[in-house]
């Protein structure tokens, strides 16, 4: 089954083919950093798998999540639309896969190209409004429904039932004490809905968890649902996969990437962005 980025997909076939040109396959290892606050990034990234995390921090040490990127985005969107300076920070927070853009290439491909630039703004315009509503959910929600919220936010960008999330993420995720947390993930144990040990959430019944969450998880789905409902302007009948042409030492070649990618071919991850 091939492996797929909603954003590259929906594409026409001439740029999509255009920025998979200058792109390059690279692993996305936990805490992996894609962007710093302040600093224009050296790429931009778009997930086939995993989940990157765009976190605010404070002059005090304290941080929340403000964000969170999978397959249905790009990451780095913000530094591509004018000068100001971003403030927030973004690390995979879910390990997984994906592809890398040069950000001058990618700036370049938003300032000459209506099609990919309308694009960019589409998804930026629904981040906006999805975080909006995350930060009324914030003020207005118990835990226990942005908990559950969150969670089903996340297994729907990583399509899988197994979440890796410490206490302490989960923690600045809510923005509450640990004691919180286990609290919280305790009550949803107990009634079935997931499982929380060393580290792991399984969620184990998504319709009851989708019962308990508030009604801010089906505004934020809808968001990206309608994002991506329309097909790819010259190309409707084209599957949404990744296919294209991947830049190597000797020129383009075409290549389809795929689950299978051997560990040969993605660049080895950085420490830094």
Not at 50 to 71: F, H, K, L, P, R
Not at 249 to 264: D, H, M, N, Q
Request: proline share 5%; with cysteine; glycine share 6%.
């Amino acid at each position: 089954m091939p492996i797929e980025n909603r954003f590259l997909s929906a594409l026409s076939n001439s740029k999509r083919d255009l920025l998979l040109s200058h792109s390059t396959p690279i692993a996305l290892p936990t805490r992996f950093v894609c962007y710093r606050a302040e600093e224009t990034p050296r790429y931009v990234y778009f997930p086939t798998s995993g989940m990157v995390s765009v976190v605010t921090s404070m002059q005090d040490g304290s941080s929340a999540e403000v964000g969170i990127v999978g397959n249905e985005g790009l990451v780095g969107c913000l530094h591509l639309i004018g000068p100001a300076h971003v403030s927030t920070n973004a690390f995979v927070q879910l390990a997984g896969e994906g592809l890398r853009i040069p950000f001058a290439d990618m700036q370049h491909a938003y300032r000459t190209s209506e099609e990919i630039r309308d694009r960019v703004l589409e998804f930026v315009q629904a981040q906006s409004v999805s975080t909006s509503q995350i930060a009324g959910c914030n003020r207005l929600h118990e835990a226990e429904e942005r908990l559950a919220r969150w969670l089903l936010m996340s297994q729907d960008l990583t399509h899988s039932n197994v979440l890796a999330f410490t206490q302490e993420f989960l923690s600045m995720m809510l923005g509450s004490r640990r004691t919180t947390v286990t609290l919280i993930a305790g009550s949803l144990q107990k009634a079935g809905l997931i499982e929380y040990r060393r580290g792991n959430v399984t969620i184990l019944d998504r319709s009851n968890l989708e019962a308990v969450a508030c009604d801010c998880y089906q505004i934020t789905r809808h968001l990206i649902t309608e994002l991506y409902s329309a097909p790819p302007p010259s190309n409707p009948l084209q599957p949404a996969s990744i296919s294209g042409l991947v830049r190597n030492p000797t020129g383009l070649v075409p290549t389809a990437i795929r689950l299978s990618i051997r560990k040969a071919q993605i660049v080895s991850p950085e420490l830094e962005h």
